[in-house]
């Protein structure tokens, strides 16, 4: 059973820094592509970022380019996203996926919202305010 956990979230004041964790199990890591999503109370899911099998690869959407980066550790079957100079804007809650059906980020990774990733997590929330 594949089970993908989230953590790291909180409230943090405008220009701070989060660093999100995710962890996934009953799948074989370090085969899949990993991508970071978030939902804004009233809006539809977007992909924020994913990384290939090996981490070297990166995309991001443009909104947090300069600002985030994905990151994976192979050996603890997590990946990372480290969030910089924080915006209201980027208040929502995050979740991770994983797309066990490829090892790389398409160029369709963030296509209606991850529907390239089969397996998610629960979220967590992210609070961007003073």
């Known amino acids: 059973q594949v089970q993908v956990v989230e953590s790291g979230g909180g409230l943090v004041q405008p220009g701070g820094s989060l660093r999100l964790s995710c962890t996934a199990s009953?799948?074989?890591?370090?085969?899949?592509?990993m991508g970071w999503f978030r939902q804004a109370p009233g809006k539809e899911r977007e992909g924020v970022s994913c990384?290939?099998?090996?981490?070297?690869?990166?995309r991001y959407t443009d909104s947090v380019k300069g600002r985030f980066t994905i990151s994976r550790d192979n050996a603890k079957n997590t990946v990372y996203l480290q969030m910089n100079n924080l915006k209201p804007e980027d208040t929502a809650m995050y979740y991770c996926a994983a797309d066990i059906s490829s090892g790389f980020c398409s160029n369709s990774w963030s296509y209606a919202g991850g529907s390239e990733f089969e397996h998610w997590g629960q979220g967590t929330q992210v609070t961007v305010s003073s």
């Open positions: 009953g799948l074989t890591f370090d085969a899949n592509a």
């Open positions: 990384v290939s099998w090996n981490g070297q690869f990166e």
